[in-house]
């Protein structure tokens, strides 16, 4: 892994005026803790510090690990309220869906070209997205998907992206497709960098990745006795006495790291106070933590679920920003290309 892969220097959030961002989510599920401390929050800052950002919602890599996009309006919905409750300012980011920019996804065939199959084949994140994946056979789009990801970042030129562990050999691909199509073609494109945030994987209530997906998140968005209910029902151990081990020890060690990025606190200081109380009192602790953290953000989203047609029309708008830029990227990619036919 190259140099990207490691966590940004102090204060790099505050720099980053001036920076194009672009992040996004699959709608599969309402977004989780995970994707907060994993990346959202710092989207918030980039967006604040000055950065330009970017924020799609990947559409149609949905179909990437399923067969149809189920409840597709609902998780589109659900996802502009999550980033609106965090912070995300649709003024000052442009929200946009994949499958209403045309020639972002127009990119994949030149991108296509620029990587071997077996590069995206060896692809560790495209590997454990198929070992958890929901279809029978595994899809082309599911190999694209690293090349779909690179048209995302590049259509608008980003040169940052904030993003959780799983995402970095994606943005390997990236990189790999903007120097080679800037080798082959004449310089286009920056090579982005990835920003990891104090949490790059969060772990969810079973001790592994925290995932839409398989049944072991909490959502943000989550009531307090839902969070309750599903803290309570966390993986833990046998041993009564609470230690920071995230080797041995992963479900202890995930409800420790949450409470700590809630508290501002370290895990190894909140398992010293819970000491041999055990898990039980270790999972109280945690749901009190969460609730608190989040009650701000849990009722900002309440009140913005009220209005759902504000949705569509932010969605609306970032379409509208994004395919002028897609645009203007693509016609520069055809030139570049020797696709010239006016
Ligand atoms: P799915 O199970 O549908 O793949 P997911 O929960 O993995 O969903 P994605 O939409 O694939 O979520 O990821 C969106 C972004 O959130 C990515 O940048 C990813 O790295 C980050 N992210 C997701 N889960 C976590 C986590 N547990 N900890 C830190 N970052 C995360
Ligand atoms: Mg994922």
Not at 295 to 305: M, N, T, W, Y
């Amino acid at each position: 892994m190259s140099a990207t892969a490691t966590t940004p220097p102090p204060g790099a959030v505050e720099r980053a005026a001036g920076r194009r961002v672009l992040t996004g989510d699959r709608p599969t599920g309402r977004l989780h803790l995970g994707h907060y401390f994993g990346t959202l929050h710092n989207r918030v800052r980039l967006q604040d510090a000055g950065a330009e950002t970017y924020l799609v919602i990947a559409d149609y890599q949905v179909l990437t690990d399923r067969d149809t996009a189920d409840r597709l309006a609902e998780h589109v919905g659900d996802l502009v309220l999550d980033y609106l409750a965090a912070g995300i300012d649709p003024g000052r980011t442009t929200v946009f869906a994949h499958s209403g920019v045309p020639a972002l996804n127009q990119l994949l065939l030149p991108f296509l070209s620029l990587v071997s199959v077996a590069e995206l084949g060896r692809n560790p994140t495209v590997k454990d997205e198929i070992a958890h994946s929901r279809q029978a056979s595994v899809s082309g789009l599911m190999y694209t998907y690293p090349a779909h990801q690179a048209a995302d970042i590049l259509f608008c030129k980003a040169d940052l992206v904030p993003v959780g562990q799983d995402q970095l050999p994606h943005l390997e691909v990236t990189r790999t497709i903007a120097r080679r199509f800037n080798d082959r073609y004449g310089p286009v494109f920056p090579e982005p960098g990835a920003l990891l945030s104090d949490a790059p994987l969060l772990p969810g209530t079973d001790g592994t990745k925290m995932s839409k997906s398989r049944g072991n998140a909490i959502p943000l968005a989550a009531t307090a006795d839902e969070t309750a209910r599903l803290i309570r029902r966390a993986t833990t151990d046998a041993d009564r006495d609470i230690t920071y081990d995230p080797e041995r020890r992963p479900g202890v060690s995930g409800l420790l790291a949450l409470a700590a990025l809630c508290l501002g606190r370290t895990p190894q200081d909140i398992a010293a106070e819970v000491g041999t109380a055990g898990a039980a009192r270790l999972k109280r602790l945690v749901t009190e933590a969460v609730n608190e953290h989040f009650a701000p953000l849990r009722a900002r989203r309440a009140e913005l679920a009220a209005d759902r047609a504000a949705v569509r029309t932010i969605l609306r708008d970032g379409n509208a920003r994004a395919n002028e830029l897609a645009d203007a990227t693509l016609r520069e990619v055809r030139a570049a290309m020797g696709m010239r036919y006016t």
